[in-house]
């Protein structure tokens, strides 16, 4: 294991197993299942930065597990309780606690679906200059974080680490995946985005935005995978501070965001070290979304 000086897990390495890394988790083949262990790291625009937040591997890992709870959706969950895990991972126990899950295999969909029922981030920038989301046509009259009259269903292909993913719109969607996985696609996208988006409004916090992952189980049905309206994946507005007309302060990584624009960073490797002040309101932020959406304190 590999933490930084701010006790930061940076990298998990269990000696024998099969290994593949992302941005953010660390996935190891066990055989009929895989760990999934989510590790500290945090990127943003696509770039990996070099140091960690402390905790906030917990925060993706324990929201994720609160969300498919709350779902109901059939998902690739096995457990996340260490003490059930194989006997060859026990050695690593206290590393895994919190921030890990068995998970199913299952074949993944190639494409991130994504859910916004707000106009912000590129989908605004797109409709500013054309008056469209992903190629879709909007009414006029939308502002910046206006709430949109329906729910938008707008996939992107899923890119290699260091690469963007790029929009496409429902038509290209069928033309990869064919039009029965389309259609479950966008109807289960929106349907859990809008139960959890109803949920956290009752709890304060708007859901602007999110993506979710698929995949398909042995038996041909969607399985729900990956991570699950966390606040890498989503974007969150404290009620009391939304307005139309200008983004609100979010419980998400568009903390970090703002300031790596601050310094004119131009969204290319290598990433610059976050200051330790910008590093501890960022693990605030993300602690705070993860015990307000759920309720609980974080383990």
């Not at 609160?66 to 590393?95: C, I, Q, S």
């Not at 990433?271 to 993300?286: F, Q, S």
């Given at each position: 294991m590999k933490y930084d000086k701010n006790h930061a897990l940076l990298e998990c390495a269990i000696p024998g197993l099969p290994q593949k890394s992302g941005k953010v988790r660390d996935v190891f083949d066990l055989g009929d299942t895989l760990l999934m262990v989510?590790?500290?790291?945090?990127?943003?625009?696509?770039?990996?930065?070099?140091?960690?937040?402390?905790?906030?591997?917990?925060?993706?890992?324990?929201?994720?597990?609160?969300?498919?709870?709350?779902?109901?959706?059939?998902?690739?969950?096995?457990?996340?309780?260490?003490?059930?895990?194989?006997?060859?991972?026990?050695?690593?126990?206290?590393?895994?606690?919190?921030r890990s899950m068995l998970v199913k295999k299952v074949k993944m969909v190639e494409i991130e679906c994504i859910a916004r029922g707000y106009l912000t981030g590129s989908g605004w920038k797109e409709y500013q200059k054309s008056q469209s989301v992903n190629g879709e046509k909007l009414r006029a009259g939308y502002q910046n974080a206006s709430k949109l009259d329906e729910v938008l269903f707008t996939p992107t292909t899923k890119a290699a680490i260091g690469d963007h993913d790029e929009a496409i719109n429902y038509a290209e969607t069928v033309k990869l995946v064919g039009s029965e996985t389309a259609a479950k696609l966008k109807d289960a996208?929106?349907?859990?985005?809008?139960?959890?988006?109803?949920?956290?409004?009752?709890?304060?916090?708007?859901?602007?935005?999110?993506?979710?992952?698929?995949?398909?189980?042995?038996?041909?049905?969607?399985?729900?995978?990956?991570?699950?309206?966390?606040?890498?994946?989503?974007?969150?507005?404290?009620?009391?501070?939304?307005?139309?007309?200008?983004?609100?302060?979010?419980?998400?990584?568009?903390?970090?965001?703002?300031?790596?624009?601050?310094?004119?960073?131009?969204?290319?490797?290598?990433?610059?070290?976050?200051?330790?002040?910008?590093?501890?309101?960022?693990?605030?932020?993300?602690?705070?979304?993860?015990?307000?959406?759920?309720?609980?304190?974080?383990?």
């Open positions: 989510v590790t500290d790291r945090i990127s943003a625009f696509d770039v990996i930065l070099p140091c960690g937040v402390p905790d906030k591997g917990k925060v993706l890992n324990q929201l994720s597990l609160f969300w498919m709870e709350f779902l109901g959706m059939k998902n690739h969950l096995v457990t996340a309780n260490v003490d059930e895990y194989p006997e060859a991972l026990k050695p690593y126990a206290a590393d895994l606690a919190g996208t929106i349907s859990l985005y809008s139960r959890a988006a109803d949920y956290a409004k009752s709890h304060g916090i708007i859901i602007a935005d999110t993506k979710f992952e698929f995949g398909m189980d042995a038996d041909g049905s969607l399985i729900l995978a990956d991570e699950v309206l966390t606040p890498d994946s989503s974007r969150f507005w404290p009620e009391a501070s939304y307005a139309v007309g200008s983004n609100p302060p979010s419980l998400d990584k568009q903390y970090v965001r703002d300031w790596l624009d601050s310094i004119n960073f131009n969204h290319q490797p290598p990433g610059p070290v976050l200051p330790d002040d910008v590093i501890a309101r960022t693990r605030e932020i993300y602690v705070k979304a993860y015990e307000e959406l759920s309720g609980r304190k974080l383990v």
